[in-house]
């Protein structure tokens, strides 16, 4: 099946879900995540009315966003950071929605380009305490906003997750509300209002919008199953 009719299925089920859900309609903001799908794989996609993209590699990221200049896409970068790799993000991307240390947000804060708005940023969290997983524990979540808030290039939007990976709708809800009431705290405790809950992908959609997802990010629901030998 091509992109473009992959990209009208997943927004008329998010469409549906929304409706299902008592969720406002149009408040689920898709995003597309282009890992390992080629440039023109993210034209095609573009063409078809899709404007946000995610991928979760630097080195990628990178490639693509100068071979795509010629088109308006807002970019969000979802994968690991490491600290020699913050100031091509901090000049290139819209959005970052995997911080896990305060030392990552401070350079990119510190490396933001002055002609650039500030940088939004959400703070990974890792909801099911696994070993294997980036992300600040839920515990640590108060006190790593109350800093991050601090650095002026930053504009933090909300929380985004990861969780662990079932078929139990149920236990995937659970994991999704951890982080909705985490979001709720911290704008409760810290008085600001954060707009963002990044959530839900292919195999979870419906659970996180169920809980209040305000951006899913889609890969293989998109693009199929990824090419990994590409990069
Ligand atoms: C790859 C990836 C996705 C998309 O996953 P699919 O199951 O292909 O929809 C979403 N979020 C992150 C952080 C990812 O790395």
């Given at each position: 099946m091509s992109v473009v009719t992959k990209i009208a299925e997943i927004r008329s089920e998010i469409k549906q879900l929304e409706k299902k859900y008592d969720r406002v309609e149009g408040s689920v903001k898709l995003i597309a995540v282009s890992k390992t799908k080629s440039v023109a794989r993210i034209r095609e996609a573009y063409h078809a009315g899709q404007k946000y993209f995610a991928e979760n590699y630097v080195q990628e990221i990178f490639e693509k966003y100068y071979e795509l200049t010629d088109i308006d896409i807002e970019w969000h970068f979802i994968g690991p950071i490491q600290s020699n790799?913050?100031?091509?993000?901090?000049?290139l991307?819209?959005?970052v929605h995997s911080i896990d240390r305060i030392k990552t947000a401070k350079r990119l804060s510190d490396?933001?380009?002055?002609?650039?708005?500030d940088l939004n940023i959400c703070l990974q969290v890792?909801?099911?305490a696994e070993a294997t997983?980036?992300?600040?524990?839920?515990?640590?979540?108060?006190?790593?906003?109350?800093e991050i808030m601090r650095f002026p290039r930053l504009c933090l939007r909300g929380l985004m997750a990861i969780p662990e990976r079932t078929e139990d709708i149920d236990l995937q809800r659970k994991s999704f509300s951890i982080l909705r009431e985490l979001k709720n705290a911290v704008q409760s405790q810290l008085g600001v209002e954060l707009d963002t809950l990044s959530m839900g992908m292919s195999s979870d959609i419906e659970a996180a919008i169920a809980e209040g997802?305000?951006?899913?990010?889609?890969?293989?629901?998109i693009f199929g199953a990824r090419d990994y030998e590409k990069f």
């Open positions: 790799k913050t100031k091509k993000i901090a000049e991307v819209h959005w490396q933001r380009p002055h002609d650039l708005p890792n909801v099911n997983k980036a992300g600040f524990s839920c515990a640590e979540v108060l006190s790593a906003a109350t997802a305000s951006m899913v990010r889609i890969g293989t629901g």
